[in-house]
């Protein structure tokens, strides 16, 4: 799984960070998002999913399979 | 236009509590576009389907500017806070309103609200021990739900403890789209004014750990900061959009719980179900309150009817949530539902600013009382608990209780 994210459409919700911690994360000036892990483990793919679809911006883009 | 009978009226009469008005079903099959009446006689079009409301609080032609001339007017008496000249001074859109977001957002982020959680868990639990000390039954929505997020907002803000309540006033009253007149709602938003002009010329001499303090440290709009008068706003907006909301969620909450206990003892039996159980019950609300309305500034097309420019255009989120083509068995409450993209915080560049909190102080109201309450059960049967009429934002009178 490939993680994308786009910093043009955050709101900044931090709802990323709450379901999966150590894969997103937000700068401290803005709240927007960073992510931390590109190309997550296996056991954090149910986790980043659930981010992608409940993120309000339609920020996170996954590439699934690779 | 000529008069019509069959044009519903909006917001839809509903008696019951917690269950959604069947018209809702109905429109979102058959009239997912449809045509209603406002309070003020204005004539509007409502959304109810998941995929055009979604769609609609996304795209920038749906405006917020309601002060336009042809915009359909709320309420006979102008509409509340939504059309306040206040709303002008925060930018609206564009990239201004995502700069100002991103301004006022660092206060917002998880890594913050995890931090402010002790704090959120200790206002809880006082605001719960005042309750039991009174004596069961006990008002839910009075003891807990209607303080603790002023208590934690004017924490935030650096506001002295002292005012907190005349704080619950003026939000109470600018949120209010009929209970108040109109005379009323002016003098409370002099008031709330003043006082936050006094709050911001003093955080300006006496800096604090808030993010008033903070707003004013980043400098005027020449440094990349917010005037004085934008500063102002920004925490009155923070008031009036995070109280009344935040309070009547956790009455609601707590409520549909507790109305059928065997959710409540789920709970009690796996509290790690709290997360999601705070998402399921924003999306399960179904007395959620007006929704939101937008202003057409270009013609377009949603679920194939054309909307001509100037529409007026009434987003029900709550009824959207029940959509059964986005959620499966959405007329269930499933504590573990994931993922659960409902659409309570809206939805794109001004969906709410304020959820990392709001969540966070809904996930603290849960675990505080199932710590401390197990036994807690409504007091009354549920179709005795009675909507708060006229709000903007949909809530309950009370929520008797006892344990
Ligand atoms: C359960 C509680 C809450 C609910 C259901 C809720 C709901 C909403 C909704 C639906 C919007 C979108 C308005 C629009 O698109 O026009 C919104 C915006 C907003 N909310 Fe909340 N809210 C809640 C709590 C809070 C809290 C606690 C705060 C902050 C203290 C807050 C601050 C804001 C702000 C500042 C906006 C405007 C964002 C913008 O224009 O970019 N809200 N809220
Ligand atoms: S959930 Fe989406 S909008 Fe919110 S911080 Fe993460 S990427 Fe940004």
């Known amino acids: 799984m490939k993680v994308i994210v786009d910093e043009a459409k955050c709101c900044g919700a931090g709802q990323c960070v709450l379901i999966a911690p150590e894969v997103f994360d937000q700068r401290d000036e803005d709240g927007i998002v960073v992510l931390l892990e590109p190309e997550p483990a296996e056991d954090r793919h149910s986790a980043v999913r659930e981010a992608a679809a409940v993120c309000p911006g339609a920020a996170i883009q996954l590439a699934e399979g690779s | 236009m000529t008069v019509n009978d069959q044009v519903l009226s909006y917001p839809i009469p509903n008696d019951a509590a917690l269950d959604p008005p069947a018209e809702w079903a109905e429109l ?87 931090a402010m959680r002790p704090a959120m868990i200790r206002i809880a639990e006082d605001l719960i021990d005042d309750m039991v000390k009174r004596g069961a039954p006990g008002d839910l929505r009075a003891s807990l739900g209607f303080p603790l997020p002023v208590y934690v907002i004017c924490d935030m803000l650096g506001v002295p403890a002292a005012d907190r309540d005349r704080f619950s006033y003026w939000s109470d009253t600018l949120l209010n789209l009929t209970r108040y007149g109109k005379d009323e709602i002016e003098a409370a938003q002099g008031e709330f004014f003043q006082y936050m ?4 010329a003093r955080k300006r001499a ?96 949603v679920s194939g009817t054309v909307l001509p420019r100037g529409t007026t255009v009434v987003c029900s989120m709550a009824a959207a949530n029940r959509d059964e083509t986005a959620f499966e068995n959405a007329a269930e409450m499933d504590l573990t539902r994931s993922p659960n993209p409902h659409l309570a915080f809206g939805s794109g560049a001004h969906s709410c600013l304020g959820q990392a909190l709001a969540r966070t102080e809904l996930q603290v109201v849960l675990e505080v009382l199932l710590r401390r309450l197990p036994t807690l059960e409504l007091a009354v049967p549920v179709e005795e608990l009675e909507r708060v009429e006229g709000l903007a934002v949909g809530g309950l009178r009370e929520v008797p209780v006892r344990w």
């Open chain 2, 197 to 200: 002009s006094d709050l911001v």
């Open chain 2, 206 to 301: 006496e800096p604090g750990d808030d993010l008033l303090s903070e707003l004013i440290a980043v400098g005027g709009p020449e440094d990349g900061g917010l005037s004085d008068i934008q500063i102002l706003v920004t925490g009155m907006a923070l008031l009036v959009a995070g109280h009344e909301t935040t309070a009547n969620m956790i009455g609601k909450m707590v409520s549909m719980l507790l109305a059928d206990r065997s959710r409540w003892e789920r709970l009690l039996a796996d509290p790690s179900l709290i997360r999601t159980t705070v998402e399921e019950s924003l999306r399960f609300d179904a007395n959620s309150g007006f929704g939101l309305p937008r202003y057409l500034n270009a013609e377009t097309e």
């Open chain 2, 28 to 114: 979102r099959a058959r009239c997912p576009v449809a045509h209603v009446t406002l309070p003020s006689g204005d004539g509007a079009t409502l959304l109810t389907r998941y995929e055009d409301v979604k769609q609609v609080l996304a795209d920038p032609r749906f405006t917020r500017q309601l002060n336009a001339p042809d915009a359909a007017r709320l309420s006979a008496d102008g509409g509340g806070v939504f059309s306040s000249e206040m709303a002008t001074i925060i930018p609206d859109s564009g990239e201004e309103h995502q700069h100002w977001r991103r301004l006022v957002g660092k206060w917002f982020t998880a890594k913050r609200m995890n």
